[in-house]
């Protein structure tokens, strides 16, 4: 910085005050990038409410790094007894694990501890649900076709690191929920065939609970999952500039374009603001929404366990599975397949094989192997958006059967009318709400007609099921098709 | 490709503004521009009161809602500031820009190919080496196997054991042995063997039934019958047990069990009935075990028969 300092200072001005330019300057000359960055400033990133929602999944990761930091300092991962003689009545003078004693000091004896952990655990919550939110938009959207089935694959990729890092989060603190939860997953893990005692057995350091397991969940939960999950969320946004966010189509938006703003400096400025006002609605619950009041639970004690003990919402699913999925046990020649093995090993892997490969299945069936930057609406692909709304039937029906405990109790309804009645839910739901989508969409695709209500749409994207979706060779000097604009109404645009 | 002329008249090369709204045309007469500068003077102030506050409610001993009320005011307020300032005083043209063709030309990925085969000097033996290369990483591979193996003990027995055997007392958590009169109708005790209070496979549930009718397959004393207490579909203790309908529910699946019948699984998932601790009274007259679970414990796996 030293060889700009005695340059006479010129008034600021449009061309950028003295600093900025100075600052510039030096860089450039060790770096030599100015060129590059103006190009990554003047990006341009098309705008619309439903793409926020993976921006606030990032903002919320990020604010699970600061919180989780501060509570590294003063987590201890240990299963050492120690006699607890904290501020907390209701417990002192019990015997507990460090792990458990050092979360109780976290909540009542360091400052602002309990507000980082609740903000951590929300901000855990949140980081799932708008990861999921956003895995629907693209979905619904067809944003994963060609050329994003890559980024499609990381994307479900991080969604699983972040249920996977939900769980081993609260499976650490050794209170009575995180230990039932920790033994329930060791019996899943028995429940493989062949390998299953030898997998838990490697992972636990023996039979449950094992010694090493908050240990070796500790190092995991900080360090594997977090350094994955930062190294493909920087790939994830890395192939996102690549290859131009995808836009609705409208007046001006072909395949071939990008209409939106520039990165620099109003989305950039926006973003910002979107990560503080992420941070305050985080801070909020986290200051008065209590959560995960692991006081309240006590010590994890093997035999004990409490009546209505609820995993987080994203295990839900799994959760019920385990309770409404059959109980089939597969017994040949003296060995046996327990249920948890179909319950929460095989539908879960069923689960995200079928999201990995969904844009490969998809453009199978349709013939469609073209590229696509502009985004379907979910009513011109009747198909693809019943064949979503039926998907999601089915695992809200589990998780409502997740707590199907909490509902008999709270309606009054015995639990052995529940399980049936989910049962039969869990098949017929799927079916009509599929159906209905399937309806629905065909009904607005209708108005959009010409001649109908609206006329949205000049150019009607075909139909997955009509099978005449156009078919694209793969050739490289092949140009992006410009599709002619539609005319404005009843349209995205921003 | 086309260049485009920004407002400031730089050229872009591929983009075009196509709809400029600068900030003087977008906030409109002085008047909105005023408002505007004070929505985002007053988020900012609203900010720094709130961050101020926050310090002082932490240096006086903190106090976590009023804590997390004031973090959110302040993050809020330069959240709002920030957006404000960026829909109202930042250019917001709507730029066109041609998209990248994301595919290369033949050429290109024919010469990346061929840089990528370059290859080495040719060799005699090229496929021996290739493959003992291979071995050799294979060999290394296969070394690489043991470390993970010391990550814990092969499961061996262990899951099929308890701290039972014959003769062994049935204690309570703090190792006290139970007679059968210290046992009132219609309630549960949890008990141990006794050398292993507290182990998580071994907890084991004591009901005096006060039943005549007993279907069981393991010798008993009187109406009192001993049943492991971990659930056989994922080993949570079974610990809800209904008196009235002699039921032992788990409150984690809802999988239920028939006292009376050998725990035999009635609803839920579970699919076997809880193993039942064959019991028998010491000279002392003290309940002993008189011997192991028939079955292993808790949930099933692979070689559970075995």
Same mark, same amino acid.
């Given at each position: 910085?030293?060889?700009?300092?005695?340059? /006479?200072?010129?008034?600021p001005?449009?061309?950028?005050?003295?600093?900025?330019?100075?600052?510039?300057?030096?860089?450039?000359?060790?770096?030599?990038?100015?060129?590059?960055?103006?190009?990554?400033?003047?990006?341009?990133?098309?705008?619309?409410?439903s793409?926020?929602i993976?921006?606030?999944?990032?903002?919320?990761?990020?604010?699970l790094?600061?919180?989780?930091?501060?509570?590294?300092?003063?987590?201890?991962?240990?299963?050492?007894?120690?006699?607890?003689?904290?501020?907390?009545?209701?417990?002192?003078?019990?015997?507990?694990?460090?792990?458990?004693?050092?979360?109780?000091?976290?909540?009542?004896?360091?400052?602002?501890?309990?507000?980082?952990?609740?903000?951590?655990?929300? *901000?855990?919550?949140?980081?799932?649900?708008?990861?999921?939110?956003?895995?629907?938009?693209?979905?619904?959207?067809?944003? $994963?076709?060609?050329?994003?089935?890559?980024?499609?694959?990381?994307?479900?990729?991080?969604?699983?690191?972040?249920?996977?890092?939900?769980?081993?989060?609260?499976s650490?603190?050794?209170?009575?929920?995180?230990?039932t939860?920790?033994?329930?997953?060791?019996?899943?893990?028995? #429940?493989?065939?062949?390998?299953?005692?030898?997998i838990?057995?490697?992972?636990?350091?023996?039979?449950?609970?094992g010694?090493?397991?908050?240990?070796?969940l500790?190092?995991?939960?900080?360090?594997?999952?977090?350094?994955?999950?930062?190294?493909?969320?920087?790939?994830?946004?890395g192939?996102?500039?690549?290859?131009?966010?995808?836009?609705?189509?409208?007046?001006?938006?072909t395949?071939?374009?990008?209409?939106?703003?520039?990165?620099?400096?109003?989305?950039l400025?926006?973003?910002?603001?979107?990560?503080?006002?992420?941070?305050?609605?985080?801070a909020?619950?986290?200051?008065?929404?209590?959560?995960?009041?692991?006081?309240?639970?006590?010590?994890?004690?093997?035999?004990?366990?409490?009546?209505?003990?609820?995993?987080?919402?994203?295990?839900?699913?799994?959760?019920g599975?385990?309770?409404?999925?059959?109980?089939?046990?597969?017994?040949? $020649?003296?060995?046996?397949?327990?249920?948890?093995?179909?319950?929460?090993?095989?539908?879960?892997?069923? &689960?995200?094989?079928l999201?990995f490969?969904?844009?490969?299945?998809?453009a199978?069936?349709t013939?469609?192997?073209?590229?696509h930057?502009?985004?379907?609406? /979910?009513?011109?692909?009747p198909?693809?958006?019943?064949?979503?709304?039926?998907?999601l039937?089915?695992?809200t029906?589990?998780?409502?059967?997740?707590?199907?405990d909490?509902?008999?109790? &709270?309606?009054?309804?015995?639990?052995?009318?529940?399980?049936?009645?989910?049962?039969?839910?869990?098949?017929v739901?799927?079916?009509?709400?599929?159906?209905?989508a399937?309806?629905?969409?065909?009904?607005? *695709?209708?108005?959009d007609?010409?001649?109908?209500?609206?006329?949205a749409?000049?150019?009607?994207?075909?139909?997955?099921?009509?099978?005449?979706?156009?078919?694209?060779?793969?050739?490289?000097?092949?140009?992006?098709?410009?599709?002619?604009?539609?005319?404005?109404?009843?349209? /995205?645009?921003? | 490709m086309?260049?485009?002329v920004r407002?400031?008249?730089?050229?872009?090369?591929?983009?075009?503004a196509?709809?400029?709204k600068?900030?003087?045309?977008?906030?409109?007469?002085?008047?909105?521009?005023?408002?505007?500068?004070?929505?985002?003077?007053?988020?900012?102030?609203?900010?720094?009161?709130?961050?101020?506050?926050?310090?002082?409610?932490?240096?006086?001993?903190?106090?976590?809602?009023?804590e997390?009320?004031?973090?959110?005011?302040?993050?809020?307020?330069?959240?709002?500031? *920030?957006?404000?300032?960026?829909?109202?005083?930042?250019?917001?043209? +709507?730029? &066109?820009?041609?998209?990248?063709?994301?595919?290369?030309?033949?050429?290109?990925v024919? @010469?990346?190919?061929?840089?990528?085969?370059?290859?080495?000097?040719?060799?005699?033996?090229? #496929?021996?080496l290739?493959?003992?290369?291979l071995?050799?990483?294979? @060999?290394?591979?296969?070394?690489?196997?043991?470390?993970?193996?010391?990550?814990?003990?092969?499961?061996?027995?262990? %899951?099929?054991?308890?701290?039972?055997?014959?003769?062994?007392?049935?204690?309570?958590?703090?190792?006290?042995?139970?007679?059968?009169?210290?046992?009132?109708?219609?309630?549960? %005790?949890?008990?141990? /063997?006794?050398?292993?209070?507290?182990?998580?496979?071994?907890?084991?549930? %004591?009901?005096?039934?006060?039943?005549?009718?007993l279907?069981?397959?393991?010798?008993?004393?009187?109406?009192?019958?001993?049943?492991?207490?971990?659930? &056989?579909?994922?080993?949570?203790?079974?610990?809800?047990?209904?008196?009235? +309908?002699?039921?032992?529910?788990?409150?984690?699946?809802?999988?239920? $069990?028939?006292v009376?019948?050998?725990a035999?699984?009635?609803?839920?998932?579970?699919?076997?009935?809880?193993?039942?601790?064959?019991?028998?009274?010491?000279?002392?007259?003290?309940?002993?075990?008189?011997?192991?679970?028939?079955?292993?414990?808790?949930?099933?796996?692979?070689?559970?028969?075995?």
């Amino acid at each position: 910085m030293s060889t700009d300092r005695d340059r /006479p200072s010129s008034p600021p001005g449009r061309r950028g005050t003295p600093l900025t330019r100075r600052t510039v300057r030096w860089l450039d000359r060790r770096v030599g990038a100015a060129g590059m960055a103006r190009k990554a400033l003047d990006k341009v990133f098309p705008d619309h409410w439903s793409f926020l929602i993976g921006e606030i999944a990032l903002w919320s990761f990020v604010i699970l790094l600061l919180t989780g930091v501060y509570l590294t300092f003063f987590f201890e991962p240990s299963l050492e007894k120690v006699v607890y003689d904290g501020s907390y009545e209701g417990l002192r003078g019990l015997e507990i694990t460090r792990a458990y004693d050092s979360a109780l000091d976290i909540s009542f004896e360091v400052r602002s501890g309990l507000v980082m952990r609740q903000m951590h655990h929300w *901000a855990a919550l949140v980081f799932v649900a708008s990861t999921s939110a956003h895995l629907c938009r693209v979905f619904f959207t067809g944003a $994963f076709r060609r050329p994003r089935e890559l980024n499609w694959i990381i994307g479900v990729t991080l969604m699983i690191l972040a249920i996977v890092n939900g769980f081993t989060g609260y499976s650490l603190l050794d209170d009575q929920l995180s230990g039932t939860g920790l033994r329930i997953a060791y019996n899943i893990a028995i #429940s493989i065939p062949l390998v299953g005692t030898w997998i838990a057995s490697l992972f636990f350091g023996g039979e449950f609970p094992g010694p090493d397991i908050i240990t070796r969940l500790y190092v995991i939960h900080i360090l594997l999952v977090p350094g994955v999950l930062l190294a493909l969320i920087g790939l994830h946004m890395g192939l996102l500039v690549r290859q131009r966010h995808t836009q609705f189509s409208g007046p001006g938006r072909t395949e071939g374009n990008v209409v939106g703003e520039r990165v620099w400096p109003t989305y950039l400025a926006k973003g910002l603001g979107m990560f503080f006002l992420t941070s305050a609605v985080l801070a909020a619950l986290g200051g008065l929404a209590q959560i995960n009041p692991i006081w309240l639970y006590g010590p994890y004690e093997p035999a004990d366990v409490s009546t209505a003990s609820q995993p987080d919402w994203y295990m839900g699913w799994l959760d019920g599975a385990l309770r409404i999925m059959p109980s089939w046990e597969l017994r040949a $020649f003296g060995f046996e397949v327990p249920n948890p093995f179909l319950q929460a090993v095989l539908v879960p892997t069923i &689960t995200f094989l079928l999201l990995f490969l969904w844009p490969f299945l998809e453009a199978r069936v349709t013939k469609d192997h073209a590229e696509h930057h502009l985004l379907d609406r /979910p009513r011109d692909r009747p198909v693809r958006t019943a064949l979503g709304v039926a998907a999601l039937a089915f695992y809200t029906v589990l998780f409502f059967a997740g707590g199907s405990d909490v509902l008999a109790v &709270t309606f009054g309804i015995p639990i052995n009318v529940l399980f049936p009645a989910f049962q039969v839910l869990l098949v017929v739901l799927p079916a009509v709400a599929g159906y209905l989508a399937y309806r629905l969409c065909k009904e607005l *695709a209708q108005r959009d007609q010409p001649g109908g209500e609206h006329h949205a749409r000049e150019v009607a994207p075909p139909a997955p099921d009509s099978g005449e979706s156009h078919r694209r060779d793969v050739a490289p000097d092949d140009t992006p098709e410009r599709q002619p604009a539609a005319e404005a109404g009843g349209k /995205p645009r921003r | 490709m086309s260049d485009g002329v920004r407002s400031d008249g730089q050229v872009h090369e591929g983009q075009q503004a196509s709809e400029m709204k600068g900030p003087d045309e977008r906030s409109g007469d002085r008047a909105s521009r005023s408002w505007g500068e004070r929505l985002v003077a007053l988020a900012f102030t609203v900010a720094v009161l709130a961050g101020l506050a926050l310090t002082v409610v932490y240096s006086v001993g903190g106090q976590p809602q009023l804590e997390g009320l004031f973090l959110a005011v302040a993050l809020g307020g330069i959240g709002v500031g *920030a957006v404000v300032w960026a829909q109202r005083f930042m250019p917001s043209e +709507e730029v &066109t820009e041609d998209r990248i063709e994301l595919g290369s030309t033949d050429e290109e990925v024919e @010469a990346f190919t061929h840089s990528f085969e370059t290859g080495e000097e040719s060799l005699e033996r090229r #496929s021996l080496l290739v493959k003992l290369g291979l071995g050799a990483l294979g @060999a290394l591979g296969l070394a690489a196997v043991f470390p993970i193996r010391s990550l814990g003990p092969r499961p061996g027995r262990g %899951l099929k054991d308890t701290g039972y055997a014959e003769g062994v007392r049935l204690v309570t958590v703090h190792g006290r042995p139970v007679r059968p009169d210290s046992l009132v109708p219609g309630t549960v %005790l949890t008990v141990w /063997p006794e050398g292993h209070e507290g182990d998580a496979d071994s907890p084991t549930l %004591l009901i005096r039934t006060g039943a005549g009718r007993l279907q069981l397959a393991q010798p008993t004393v009187d109406d009192i019958v001993a049943y492991s207490k971990l659930c &056989t579909h994922t080993g949570c203790p079974v610990g809800l047990y209904q008196q009235q +309908e002699q039921l032992l529910l788990c409150p984690c699946h809802q999988s239920t $069990f028939d006292v009376l019948d050998g725990a035999e699984p009635i609803f839920g998932p579970a699919a076997r009935p809880l193993p039942q601790l064959p019991i028998g009274v010491d000279d002392q007259g003290f309940f002993v075990a008189l011997g192991e679970f028939p079955q292993p414990v808790g949930g099933g796996f692979w070689d559970r028969k075995r």
